[in-house]
């Protein structure tokens, strides 16, 4: 689930900004800032399976019009991230803290 900075620090969301359980979505980090994940699962954010994002702003000087729409269009499809590679991110790091 992506959820506020207050309800990752409290592994709890009653009303997350994005959530999916279907296992085949795709959530696009379309801004520079901090998305922040957690597991929707019972207990599972309390036992880590959280994380931050941080989207950093472009360091390139100022383009055309044209030249930042084809830019930030790229910038837009790198940063798409599926669930199956978010939960194999969640879950090498569980599988590090825990085993």
Known sequence: MVVTKDEYEKCHSAHPI????NGV??????R?????F????SRHCERGQRMIIKVLEPASPP????QNEQ??????????ITSATLMSC??????????
Request: proline letters at 2%; aromatic letters at 14%; glycine letters at 6%.
């Open 18 to 21: 994005f959530s999916s359980n």
């Open 25 to 30: 979505i795709v959530f696009t980090l379309d």
């Open 32 to 36: 520079p800032g901090l998305f922040y």
């Open 38 to 41: 957690i597991s929707g699962v």
């Open 63 to 66: 383009q055309s019009a044209d």
């Open 71 to 80: 830019k930030n269009d790229a910038a837009v499809a790198m940063a798409a």
């Open 90 to 99: 969640i879950m090498s790091i569980v599988g590090v803290l825990f085993f």
